[in-house]
């Protein structure tokens, strides 16, 4: 009697970290090592592998390093930078150009990542 196993021998499919393109040669030059995404984002875990992606092209693959659920408010300027800004007012305009407007006690994720592969 043949044994049927049910369980998928594939690999689970591999998360992916979208960017607009503009943000493409920040990341790959290391000036942005984080991002920050408008309220509670539990898709990414710590210790995950994730293609980046720029636009429509993965530009390279990250490991999350750090997840981190709060708010705008407390953010610091060092936060800002990660993300690739120089202060937190650049940021917060960057962010409301992707989301519109939100409150600074809005839930937000910050995704801090570290690049391990990078596309030619």
């Known amino acids: 009697m043949p044994h049927n196993n049910d369980e998928s021998t594939e690999e689970p499919k591999k998360k992916k970290l979208k960017f ?6 920040l990341i790959l030059s290391g000036a942005k090592t ?3 995404r408008k309220g509670h984002k539990s898709k990414y875990q710590e210790g ?19 997840v981190r659920h709060t708010t705008f408010k407390e953010l610091t300027p060092k ?13 917060k305009k960057a ?10 006690d809005d839930p937000i994720t910050q995704i801090e990542f570290e690049m391990v592969k990078r596309k030619r």
Request: glycine fraction near 10%; avoid cysteine; proline fraction near 0%.
């Open 20 to 25: 607009l393109q503009d943000y493409k040669g």
């Open 34 to 36: 984080s991002t920050i």
């Open 79 to 91: 936060d800002a930078r990660k993300d690739g800004f120089s202060s937190k007012s650049k940021l």
């Open 95 to 104: 962010l409301k150009e992707i989301y519109g407007e939100f409150k600074s």
């Open 48 to 66: 995950d592998v994730v293609d980046i992606v720029a636009g429509d092209e993965v530009i390279g693959e990250a490991v999350i390093k750090a």
